[in-house]
């Protein structure tokens, strides 16, 4: 049974609406039909976190509240979820809320534009750690702009704000298994399936019938975390419908793990991937550090960054350096591919009509093996990579004995650099091996210039970045910089 | 909010002067409660505007089919240039060069064709994608580099500053070099866009809201715009989402095209331009592309220098002229130049019009002069900051500028020393060396950086500003001034100083949005003016009050004036003290008048820029910065461990607020000159137009250690408002220091003996490409 209507909470508020538009973002929703204008727009494109509000989900029977870019979440994605706006705060009282009056004490705003987005990213911080460490609260604040203050004060009250209040007494903890058993009343077990046309917009209920809406309609656009689909609409006014919106389809959140490999399914945000890649594979941790700030890292996804196909996705490198298969499923059917192939040319990729990527498996690194992952970028923080090199060598008795290295940012799609592979296995693993691999890069790719960076530039760093590699194996200190001793 | 219940006792007021007060709006800025433009509740039937941009870089028009767009859904009008019943223009100089909707031809690519109004702010978006514009495109230029300053188009008269025989002096001198820099622009990026909503009223009335830095200039440019007297427009604007100058000029298109609409359509019509059309429609800080020689002696003294400042414009001259005019009034920095001549070029590009950016050309005049300290460091072997020392200012001697105006008020030397010890410069430079000295990849480098920066706007007549107080029978007090928030925390500082004329809780005194129906003729909020302007004329107004009221007093208690004392919320009248309120209403009841205008003018002032000669400036603000970073020379990546900012505000208003500025300002200084990058492409688009791909600082951008620490030994010399200074734009420049510690760890790998030469913003990719150019350099 289909039902016709998108059912969350919003604040206390319980919400059910038949007219959603497939393209409807959260942000308009609460600006312009719910007149809730403390959610401001910034950017329209997920990067200065003017709009961030919380979404609270049921994972595994557990609520977690995350932290997300309401301008390009849309609105037919929070079926089943808790949204929770800064109009939420306030005590019943009127006082402020532990976190809001830490910001009034440290003089954390001037215009005060960007604030509520601040609040709220703090807010989603204060909850998982009161008293968080000043790395923990950087990390915390990569999604949000602040032009005025300079972001001293805004740090300044985090590191105090544990002693505004306690966490546990929040509302959003008291009311927790309230909310939950609200949010798993929601859930009804059936598709929903809204409009026609171009207002046509469906959840499927289960990955089955994801795979059967799919068949019957593949030329739908698939969506699950939306950080690059948003902008399709905000930004380029892309007709999008029929729009199929999997971010709840449990099973594709699935995260299987044995002694050799971890698969991920399709919906694994990466923030997600901290607790399987990340806790596995340290090279994981510092890189998803560096993939947008928490808001895209909870909605993006690692199997829309490779569905997506673009050539500067910061997942694809890595996993193909790692050999990672990717299982892609149409109907009652799935095959699996090499993640490399996978990627044919720039906005072209191996996935047919009515396809859609169900999963990733990752072998992880053989003991021995070193693997590296660098991103080189502008800004260290929240940018799109310029250039990204991800090295797996195997180096023994002073031998390379394989060698997997991916780069993105360097060609059309991500790819591996045979040609430096080539020059380096099987030979000594000295400086001049190490020269000879550099200087291959250069048949490898032929990277372009733009915005983010020369083709020159872009070909000397990703050289640089096998020196690096070189230095790193061979006990060299300080060869990278950290703002921060890993915790 | 209950009423405020003023305590009779107290020893102090609430809010006075010298206190740390928080910003006014802190507590609905954390709640959302506080209301932008964009969050009013719009007028019944409010229509929406959006802007069709040119799609090349310049060009005739010949041909606009907008059948399609007119048909599309929701739309209501489209309006071109033609459609414009005034003027069409809104050149803030006078020179007719700016059109609100270009009509013959486009001068850059983005600028304005059309306006199309809709139902819904998504309609309209939708419906501008579907115009067919034709055009016969021109050859066009982006780069002042391909520009020959003496010969190619200017879109304003350039300035020369001459004092002594610069070049003379660079020729007798022992040691001499010459060369150029490069330094970027910047995008504003206020967290909140431009945006207008236009309410039209009966007669030709009409009210805009624009967050506007300049409400004065928007009534003007509307009235152009409408054919109509500047009394039938009012502007009102409560608080901006940031300017830093983006707002000065720039909201004028928007303003004028919501009223055209509005007044035509007889709805409210509101405009608010994606954040990617904001960025390539509208100014940004001017690059420029500076040519320097100096004259020097082994021993770092500069003995002249010949600038030339040449500088992207864009298509129309907006604020080119006084903007580039600050450049060369910066050109000396903290330095006193024995023999020195610098000449501006304002060159035409086809670009979008450069325009007001906190600093307002002074930050791009002093990296000039700061690029030539390096220069005269590295030839001579010297270390920056002695070459520095050697050539500030002195106080009775070699203290006139290069527009032959005196400093006197020069504490350069305190200050420098002052951080020169407390961040310890000699002992961690070489604590750095002996770090680079172990280090392969990672290269540390450190820089103490000065700023000397003029406070007034050099167009003399702007230095002047209008206050509006009323008291209530409650004593309440009403506040309105012709300045604008947009974050800097005016609103704040002025009723801090109302609060304490009146010796009254500044809970008591209500802030009230700025609006050209109240206060008249007033200047931008801009040349970090705004408090010494504001703060002045409520004095005024408040002082005006208190003057009738204690005369009031005086009389009714048959007591001299001096034993009318306005005490914290109450005044002692001989021998009894009663309630403010309380007199107030004695004296409203005796037919006092309770509210006056107040107003200011700027002493001292005058510049004759035909001579080139004058005291534009009423004083200077002074501060000084020293940074450290760590640079990875593999990809040119870098990181600030550690600043150090010792800044003088006079006897600061308020202690948290000026640092705040400082704080913010150095941050936005930082990234001018480090990842914030503008690319154009080679059809003209700016390709760095949206978060995603102009990146300003983050949070973990910051330095790692920050120490900021007010000098509050100065108050200022001048009679400005209880002695205090400007704080808006000067610690804009304590960025400088970040550039010049990336400069000194780049040039340890040719062991400083090679100017890295640096160019802003320094990128990873510049920083890479100098250490490399460094290493090939000292090889050969």
Not at chain 1, 102 to 126: E, I, K, N, R
Not at chain 2, 706 to 733: C, I, Q, R
Request: aromatic content about 6%; proline content about 4%; some cysteine.
């Amino acid at each position: 049974m289909a039902r016709s209507e998108i059912r969350f909470i919003l604040n206390g508020e319980d919400i059910a609406l038949s007219a959603v538009r497939p393209d409807e973002t959260l942000l308009d929703f609460l600006r312009l039909r719910r007149s809730l204008r403390g959610t401001k727009e910034g950017c329209a494109e997920g990067d200065c976190g003017a709009c961030t509000v919380l979404v609270g989900r049921l994972a595994d029977g557990e609520l977690v509240y995350e932290g997300v870019n309401a301008c390009i979440r849309f609105l037919g994605s929070l079926d089943g979820s808790h949204v929770v706006t800064v109009e939420h705060l306030r005590r019943p009282d009127g006082s402020l809320h532990p976190v809001q009056q830490a910001m009034v004490d440290f003089h954390g705003s001037q215009c005060g534009f960007c604030t509520p987005g601040f609040v709220m990213s703090l807010y989603a911080l204060w909850m998982r750690e009161p008293a968080p460490s000043d790395a923990a609260i950087e990390k915390a604040l990569q999604g949000n702009l602040c032009r005025c203050t300079g972001y001293e004060p805004i740090v300044k009250a985090a590191r105090a704000f544990d002693t505004y209040g306690d966490a546990a007494s929040d509302p959003l903890a008291t009311e927790r298994t309230e909310m939950a058993r609200r949010l798993a009343d929601l859930r009804d077990g059936s598709r929903v399936e809204i409009g026609e046309g171009k207002d046509r917009l469906v959840v499927p209920s289960s990955l089955d019938d994801l795979a059967d809406i799919l068949e019957a309609e593949p030329k739908a656009t698939i969506v699950s975390g939306s950080t690059d689909v948003g902008l399709w609409v905000t930004k380029h006014m892309r007709d999008i419908a029929p729009v199929v919106f999997i971010g709840g389809v449990e099973e594709l959140r699935t995260v299987i793990e044995d002694e050799t490999s971890i698969t991920l399914g399709a919906n694994v945000s990466y923030t997600d991937a901290y607790r399987s890649l990340g806790a596995r594979i340290p090279a994981w941790r510092s890189l998803l550090d560096r993939i947008g700030g928490d808001q895209v890292r909870n909605m993006g996804t690692i199997g829309g960054n490779i569905a997506n196909g673009s050539p500067i996705g910061d997942t694809p490198p890595p996993l193909i350096a790692l050999g990672a298969t990717l299982t892609l499923r149409k109907g009652a059917k799935t095959r699996d591919l090499p993640l490399e192939d996978f990627f044919i040319d720039y906005g072209k990729q191996d996935r047919g009509s009515g396809e859609f990527v169900q999963s990733v498996t990752v072998p992880l690194p053989k003991p021995g093996a070193i693997y590296r992952v660098h991103k080189v970028t502008k800004r260290r923080d929240e940018d799109i990579t310029a250039v990204l090199g991800a090295f797996h060598l195997e180096i023994e008795g002073g031998r390379c004995v394989s060698a997997r290295i991916a780069y993105g940012g360097m060609a059309a799609t991500p790819k591996r650099a045979k040609a430096v592979e080539a020059a380096l296995v099987g030979r000594d693993w000295n400086e001049a091996a190490i020269e000879e691999a550099v200087a291959a890069l250069a048949q490898d790719f032929a990277p372009i210039s733009d915005m983010r960076a020369s083709a020159e530039y872009r070909l000397l760093a990703a050289q640089n970045l096998i020196r690096r590699f070189y230095l790193e194996t061979a006990g060299e200190e300080r060869v990278t910089l950290q703002r921060y001793e890993e915790a | 909010m209950t009423r405020h219940q003023p305590n009779l006792t107290a020893e102090k007021i609430v809010g006075g002067v010298a206190t740390d007060t928080r910003h006014d709006s802190a507590h609905k800025h954390v709640t959302g409660e506080a209301v932008y433009i964009d969050d009013m509740a719009e007028p019944a039937g409010t229509l929406h505007a959006c802007l069709g941009l040119s799609t090349v870089a310049h060009g005739k028009i010949i041909g606009m089919d907008l059948t399609a767009v007119r048909a599309a859904p929701g739309v209501v009008e489209v309006l071109t240039g033609h459609d414009v019943p005034g003027e069409n223009d809104i050149s803030p100089s006078g020179r007719h060069d700016e059109p609100i909707l270009a009509t013959e031809k486009v001068e850059f690519f983005g600028q304005p064709i059309f306006a199309v109004i809709a139902e819904t702010r998504e309609a309209a978006r939708r419906a501008c994608a579907k115009a067919k514009v034709t055009y016969e495109e021109l050859p066009f230029v982006t780069d002042v580099g391909a520009l020959d300053p003496a010969s190619d188009k200017l879109v304003t008269e350039p300035l020369t500053l001459k004092r002594g025989e610069a070049a003379e002096a660079i020729a007798a001198a022992p040691r001499r070099l010459k060369g150029s820099m490069r330094i970027g622009g910047q995008d504003h990026f206020y967290l909140e866009g431009h945006i207008a909503m236009a309410v039209p009223g009966e007669d030709d009335d009409v009210t805009v809201y624009s967050s506007t830095q300049h409400p004065s200039e928007v009534q003007h440019m509307v009235a152009h715009a409408l054919g109509t007297s500047s009394h039938s427009v009012t502007v009102e604007i409560r608080r901006m989402g940031g300017g830093f100058g983006g707002k000065e000029t720039q909201g004028n298109q928007f303003a004028a095209i919501a009223a055209i609409a509005a007044k035509k359509l007889k709805r409210a019509v509101k405009i608010r331009p994606d954040r990617d059309d904001d960025m390539i429609a509208t100014g940004k800080r001017h690059d420029f592309l500076v040519d320097y020689e100096v004259g020097f002696d082994e021993a770092g003294n500069i003995l002249g220098v010949d600038y030339l400042y040449a500088a992207r414009c864009g298509f129309s001259s907006d604020l080119s002229g006084p903007v580039t005019d600050r450049a060369l009034f910066h050109c000396d920095n903290a330095y006193f130049l024995p023999a020195v001549k610098a000449v501006s070029a304002p060159l035409y590009t086809n670009t979008v019009s450069n325009t007001a950016f906190r600093g307002f050309g002074g930050p791009q005049g002093m990296v000039g002069m700061e690029r030539v300290i390096d220069e005269v460091a590295f030839a001579t072997g010297l270390d920056p900051l002695d070459v520095r020392k050697r050539n500030f200012y002195g106080t009775d001697e070699r203290n006139v500028t290069p527009y032959h105006q005196t400093v006197e008020d020069n504490i350069l030397d305190r200050i420098v020393g002052e951080l020169e010890k407390s961040a310890d410069y000699a002992g961690r430079r070489e604590a750095i060396a002996a770090f680079n000295a172990g280090s392969k990849i990672i290269k540390r480098g450190i820089a103490l950086t000065p700023v000397k920066f003029g406070i007034s706007f050099t167009a003399t007549h702007f230095n002047q500003a209008g206050a509006l107080v009323h008291v209530y029978t409650d004593g309440s007090v009403h506040l309105n001034h012709g300045g604008t928030e947009m974050g800097q925390g005016l609103y704040v500082k002025v009723a801090q100083v109302v609060a304490e004329e009146f010796q009254i809780d500044a809970s008591n005194v209500k802030i009230t949005a700025t609006t050209t129906g109240k206060v008249p003729n007033t200047s931008a909020t801009a040349a970090s003016s705004g408090t010494d302007l504001n703060g002045m004329a409520a004095q005024n107004a408040a002082r005006q009050i208190k003057d009738r009221l204690t005369a009031f007093a005086a009389e009714k208690y048959d007591l001299p004036a001096e034993q009318i004392v306005f005490l914290p919320n109450r005044v002692r009248i001989g021998n009894q003290e009663i309630p403010f309120g309380d007199l107030v209403k004695q004296a409203y009841m005796a037919r006092i008048q309770l509210s006056a205008a107040g107003f200011y003018k700027t002493p001292k002032i005058h510049w004759d820029r035909d001579a080139g000669s004058g005291r534009p400036f009423y004083y200077y603000a002074y501060g000084a910065a020293c940074a450290e970073v760590s640079i990875d020379t593999l990809t040119g990546e870098y990181m600030v461990d550690r600043v150090d900012i010792l800044h003088e505000t006079g006897r600061s208003l308020n202690r948290a607020i000026d640092i705040g500025q400082i704080e913010g300002g150095f941050i936005q200084g930082m990234g001018w000159l480090t990842t914030e990058e503008l690319v154009w492409d080679d059809r003209g688009r700016l390709r760095t137009h949206a978060p995603s791909t102009y990146k300003i600082p983050l949070a973990s951008d910051r330095p790692k250690i920050f120490n900021v620490t007010l000098a509050d030994w100065v108050e200022n010399d001048e009679e400005t408002v209880h002695k205090s200074k400007a704080v808006g734009e000067p610690p804009f420049m304590l960025g400088m220091s970040v550039l010049h510690a990336l400069s000194d760890a780049v040039a340890s790998v040719a062991d400083h003996r090679i100017c890295p030469r640096l160019d802003a913003p320094a990128t990873p990719e510049r920083v890479l490409m100098a250490v490399e150019r460094l290493k090939r350099e000292a090889s050969s």
